[in-house]
């Protein structure tokens, strides 16, 4: 059996007495882990927080479109998955309040909505959204995308 005697987490080598491996890390501030969700469904988003959580990022929670951007302030996620249809105000409202703060300008935004995906796709796409979903979506599918753009 080999020993661990040093780990190198930047580098996510693990070196041992006889050989260096790879060793799967969760992922640090650094390496950008942290997603907000906007979307007034409990449900929903209890069932993405523990597919989210599996798969190491921190989540945090908005219920609707003035606390998303309070939200967003506090905690500075690295990626939004939002929802168009909000109790408050829409998704857009909360896009737009997002950009004004040059803190979350550039965060990438997921948006996964009930509503038809090809009637808000051009209004998605000019607002700056990375993705597009249309509930319900495939876990699979969520997290590559999510993957895609948190690394």
């Known amino acids: 059996m080999l020993t661990l005697t040093s780990c190198m987490p930047e580098t996510d080598v693990c070196e041992t007495d006889h ?79 997002l950009r004004a703060f040059p803190e979350l300008a550039e965060v990438p935004i997921v948006v996964l909505t009930a509503r038809n995906r090809f009637t808000h796709e051009k209004r998605c796409r000019d607002a700056g959204v990375k993705r597009l979903f249309e509930k319900p979506v495939e876990d699979q599918v969520l997290l590559l995308a999510i993957r895609q753009y948190l690394g």
Do not use: H, W
């Open 19 to 97: 050989e260096l491996r790879l060793v799967r890390q969760k992922p640090t501030k650094a390496r950008g882990n942290k997603i907000l969700i906007v979307d007034d469904d409990p449900d929903l988003c209890l069932g993405l927080n523990i597919r989210l959580a599996a798969n190491y990022y921190d989540v945090c929670f908005a219920n609707n479109a003035e606390s998303a951007i309070r939200t967003a302030l506090a905690e500075l996620p690295d990626l939004i998955i939002l929802d168009i249809g909000l109790p408050d105000y829409d998704g857009y409202f909360v896009m737009e309040g």
